[in-house]
């Protein structure tokens, strides 16, 4: 008689399938109310203070290719924004860089896509800062961070990764060996030389550091990855040209060149060849990894975010439009154009959140991603530790850097790597796809203001587009999802 087999290997675990509800048991009780006070705040700044800038700052790129968007930043420095993620005793609001900023993403998204982009390359930055674990450089960043906010040009930094011939092969220490590299770091007295460019970075003409990620050797790149931070006017530093970028203009997407540019030692904030010990191997994959699930989420967030704009802006003038007579939110038809768009939205947020709460599962011994306790975050003795200059040097050491390595590495396990890896992958598809699909259905449904500048929709369908292609591209992202989840149960299934 024919039945149904099964593969032993092709079962996936409770964990695999049902993360929200494994990663439960790990929350602090208090995050739920320290979410809802930090969304709050988040909706209140985007839509009183942020709003009446989006498409105004957006002509402006029109008309002036060139133009920077120092009035967004500012806003953004005198609101808080730019030390939302930083602990509180570091001088930050302590919000986590887990489920806070992911619904906060979603809500400046919401309103203005490019507002997180300009934020994006900056937040970047901070991820990689974090996930070096180098905690001297983490001091010495926030501190600038909260001395500057309200600065006529605040402080802020970006992230180095992609270089004019390699540009999805540097998102995954897998594709390391088949990238066509053309940075490369080289040791000399009192610290290392940079050379190479570095191109589409967000946030470059902005930044006054930047945080650049390249090999001490092209050839073996996996095993010789180093992150280093270049200040501006650093001699062989310079910053080349802006792109002419269809969508979120408001994040400048620089040009960042590397000519001979001495880096001092204890500007180098992770040499993998610093720690030659078998346990440190797989550091640098393991860092890479976090910053991505991090940041992959990230853009899972703001896709979502993204595409609840497009569907706030046509239920908007559903509202308004008529149509042989009837507003538009009348008719059948158009009601299910907008109950589309909101089931797309719905998709999207919970894509981003399942992959959340995998990460919060996978780093539950790291209270940056999870969110520090209250009495951590707000400690009087911690914030006067971190002032101390003695302290600061212990933080800054090879030794404590090496213990704090050794905890994050022992915390995480192959199997939460994985699920990490596929999960945040999964956000970032979803999310950037419904937000594609949303513009276009906006569009369609809204007729000739769809099409009008000052409606709003036009901006986000060229904003959006851009979400399918950084942090790996989709179709990266696609094959992502295939080695980490689905092929863990396929044995001796070939990857790339
Ligand atoms: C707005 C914006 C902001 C950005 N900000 C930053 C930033 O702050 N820092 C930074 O470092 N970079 C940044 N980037 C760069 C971004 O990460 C790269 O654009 C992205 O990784 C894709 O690389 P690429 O453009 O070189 O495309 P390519 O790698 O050349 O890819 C071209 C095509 O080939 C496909 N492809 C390539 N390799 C494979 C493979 N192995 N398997 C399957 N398909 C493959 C891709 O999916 C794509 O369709 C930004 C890009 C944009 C658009």
Request: one cysteine or more; charged letters at 20%; proline letters at 3%.
């Amino acid at each position: 008689m024919s039945q149904l087999n099964f593969d032993q290997d092709e079962r996936f675990d409770f964990d695999d399938n049902f993360p929200s509800l494994a990663a439960l048991a790990k929350y602090e009780p208090t995050i739920v109310e320290r979410v809802r006070k930090s969304w709050e705040d988040e909706r209140h700044f985007v839509r009183e203070h942020l709003a009446p800038l989006v498409l105004s700052e957006d002509l402006q790129h029109a008309q002036n290719p060139d133009h920077i968007s120092w009035e967004m930043l500012r806003l953004a420095g005198r609101h808080g924004r730019l030390v939302q993620y930083i602990p509180g005793f570091m001088g930050g609001k302590g919000n986590s860089l887990g489920i806070s900023m992911m619904v906060n993403l979603e809500e400046q998204a919401s309103v203005d896509c490019a507002f997180c982009g300009m934020m994006g390359g900056h937040g970047l930055g901070l991820a990689a800062v974090f996930m070096s674990l180098n905690l001297g450089v983490l001091r010495r960043v926030a501190d600038r961070i909260a001395e500057h906010q309200n600065d006529e040009k605040p402080y802020v930094i970006d992230c180095a990764i992609t270089e004019p011939t390699a540009g999805t092969d540097v998102e995954e220490v897998e594709l390391y060996p088949k990238a066509r590299l053309m940075c490369q770091a080289k040791h000399a007295s009192g610290g290392a030389v940079l050379n190479g460019r570095k191109v589409f970075i967000s946030t470059g003409h902005m930044a006054t550091d930047h945080i650049v990620i390249m090999p001490f050797d092209q050839k073996n790149a996996e095993n010789t990855m180093g992150c280093f931070l270049v200040s501006n006017g650093t001699p062989g530093f310079s910053l080349g040209r802006m792109e002419r970028k269809m969508g979120q203009r408001a994040g400048s997407a620089s040009e960042l060149i590397f000519d001979n540019c001495l880096v001092p030692e204890e500007n180098i904030l992770l040499a993998q060849e610093q720690f030659p010990e078998e346990k440190f191997k797989q550091q640098f994959k393991l860092v890479l990894h976090g910053v991505l699930g991090i940041t992959r989420t990230a853009v899972g967030a703001w896709s979502t975010g993204t595409a609840r704009g497009a569907f706030d802006r046509a239920l908007y003038l559903a509202k308004r439009i008529k149509y042989k007579g009837r507003t538009l939110i009348h008719q059948q038809w158009a009601q299910a154009f907008l109950t589309n768009m909101h089931i797309n939205v719905m998709m999207a947020r919970g894509a981003y959140l399942n992959s959340q709460f995998v990460l919060m599962r996978g780093f539950e011994r790291i209270p940056l991603v999870i969110g520090f306790p209250s009495w951590m975050n707000d400690s009087a003795i911690l914030y006067w530790l971190f002032r101390q200059n003695w302290y600061r040097k212990f933080l800054g050491s090879r030794w404590m850097h090496g213990q704090i390595m050794d905890y994050v590495r022992s915390s995480i396990s192959e199997d939460q790597d994985a699920r990490v890896q596929q999960m945040s992958s999964l956000a970032k598809v979803v999310g950037s796809d419904m937000a594609m699909e949303n513009c276009q259905l906006a569009t369609e449904f809204l007729g000739q203001a769809g099409l009008r500048h000052d409606q709003g929709v036009e901006k986000i369908f060229r904003d959006a587009k851009l979400l399918q292609i950084f942090e790996g591209t989709n179709q990266l992202n696609r094959l992502n999802i295939f080695t980490h989840y689905l092929a863990r149960h396929i044995p001796g299934v070939e990857v790339f």
